[in-house]
């Protein structure tokens, strides 16, 4: 297990950017794949982005292709999300999350940080 701690949640305009940190706590961090998780007000949790241990390899879910940008650094042990042209049905509170492959499914991920809201007025 890592422990994990996001960061840089806030309210922000619709059209607007925020750009999300998690930290780990630095056990082998490069060998985790890594991936943003979200649960919006009232829905189910859904995944948004995963990235490869290396870095080069990136996914995202449909909804935020070409806005959101997943990007890791292992030297600082730490995994990002930039999110642009933000909407308001992206708030939610969003969740890193570790694991052994860059999936789509929660049950791939072993690791979850506490989550860290985003708001988005219109």
């Known amino acids: 297990q890592v422990q994990l701690v996001e960061s840089g949640g806030g309210l922000v305009q619709a059209g607007g950017s925020l750009r999300l940190s998690c930290a780990a706590d630095g056990r082998a961090f490069s060998n985790y794949a890594m991936g943003w998780f979200r649960q919006g007000p009232g829905k189910e949790r859904e995944w948004v982005a995963s990235?490869?241990?290396?870095?080069?390899?990136?996914y995202y879910a449909e909804f935020v292709k070409g806005r959101f940008t997943i990007s890791r650094d292992n030297s600082k042990n730490t995994v990002s999300l930039q999110m642009t042209s933000l909407k308001p049905e992206d708030t939610a509170v969003y969740y890193c999350a570790a694991g052994v492959v860059a999936t789509a499914r929660e049950s791939d991920f072993g690791s979850w940080g506490q989550g860290t809201q985003v708001t988005v007025s219109s």
């Open positions: 990235i490869g241990w290396s870095g080069e390899l990136t």
